[in-house]
């Protein structure tokens, strides 16, 4: 098994055959990493399965089996044209949707750093930031896709400073 990723590895643009703990991986472009196994009493059949982040557990698993008897050219074939279109693009909405929840996560902290008496409810997709000064008060939902901004009642500094740290924050 360890002699036949490397293999495969040379017939797959961009990847490269490491092993971690005993198990073989293919590591790709963009994150991407598959591990190879043998499939359990069948030594000329081997499982190839898409890893990703341990923060992506929603994610569906890409997994193929492979005969080895007709190369590793054959099995890197059929990784690329069976597991990687799939695997790929997952790998990719995840990168995109981390991208995103981190830019939601740190326009939060910051409006919440910028008004006192805030409470924070947040969930996958969205923050709702709720806070009250004086006769003032506001709410702010801070989505992956838009921020919807309700302010009551509040002096024109403290709408300017709130207007900036958004503005900062979406360059």
């Known amino acids: ?5 490397p293999q495969i590895a040379s ?24 591990a190879v ?4 009493g069948r030594t000329e059949w081997i499982v190839v399965t898409g890893i990703y982040p341990a923060e992506s557990p929603d994610l569906r ?13 054959h099995v890197a074939k059929k990784i690329g044209r069976r597991l990687l279109p799939k695997y790929l693009r997952d790998v990719k909405h995840q990168r ?8 939601r996560t740190d326009l939060v902290e910051t409006l919440a750093a910028l008004l006192p008496g805030n409470t924070v409810s947040a ?12 006769s003032a008060y506001g709410v702010f939902e801070v989505r992956d896709h838009a921020t919807s901004i309700e302010i009551r009642n509040a002096d024109r500094e403290l709408a300017e400073r709130v207007a900036y740290a958004i503005n900062q924050r979406s360059t």
């Open 96 to 103: 995109a949707r981390t991208a995103r929840h981190a830019e």
């Open 1 to 5: 098994m360890n002699d036949l990723v």
């Open 37 to 40: 196994h043998p499939l359990m």
């Open 11 to 34: 017939h797959l643009n961009g990847f490269v055959a490491q092993t971690f703990w005993g198990t073989p991986y293919l590591m790709g472009p963009d994150g991407a990493r598959l």
């Open 123 to 134: 969930a996958d997709r969205e923050a709702v930031i709720r806070w009250r000064l004086g």
């Open 61 to 73: 698993r890409h997994s193929i089996i492979v005969t080895t008897t007709r190369g590793p050219k």
